[in-house]
């Protein structure tokens, strides 16, 4: 059996077939008949990817300037969501912070919205966390200082961390920060 070269992809598939096996053709889905296709090219593609990213950013950053506008009237601020609310009082710590001391706030457990517990060891557990202000997922390690009773133990834990901090690596964990509470 013969097919002509235009109809064939990989190894005598149709592009239909071809397309879905993960060959790079790819048919527009708004066309009509099959012998009328167009194609999307993979810088097609890519250019929609690009351009859905743009509308996303600039959504966030319209949310976070809404956010910004409504610190400043109480009511405007209590309409906000849950989630614009929660980025609001961490701008305010921010702007406190810079505006009474020039630097940075310390910052604190309540910039994090803590997850699901990932586990459980002898000395504190770990919790899949959120930065509520650029939305990164972290784990956050949890210590439990009753349970760190000897100056021994205490010694091991600083060390632990002061080498994760100085420690770059990607198959390591990275330590952010450290809050003691």
Known sequence: ?????????????SKRESAACG????????????????LITEDDEQEIRQV??????????????????????????SRLSPRSQEIGYVMQK???AFALTGQPPITD????RIGKMLGRGAFGKVNLAMHKLVRKLVALKSLNKSALT?????AKQMKEVNLLQKL?????????ETIET
């Open 1 to 13: 059996m013969v097919e002509k070269q235009s109809q064939t992809g990989q190894a005598g598939l």
């Open 23 to 38: 060959g790079s053709t790819r048919y527009h889905p708004l066309d009509g008949e099959e012998k009328d296709h167009r």
């Open 52 to 77: 859905a990213s743009d509308i996303n950013e600039k959504a966030f950053y319209g949310k976070i300037i809404r956010t910004k506008k409504a610190l400043n009237n109480e009511g405007e601020f």
């Open 94 to 96: 921010l702007e406190r």
């Open 109 to 112: 457990i309540t910039f994090y």
């Open 150 to 154: 000897d100056e021994i133990q205490k």
């Open 168 to 176: 770059r690596h990607n198959h390591v964990v990275k330590i952010y």
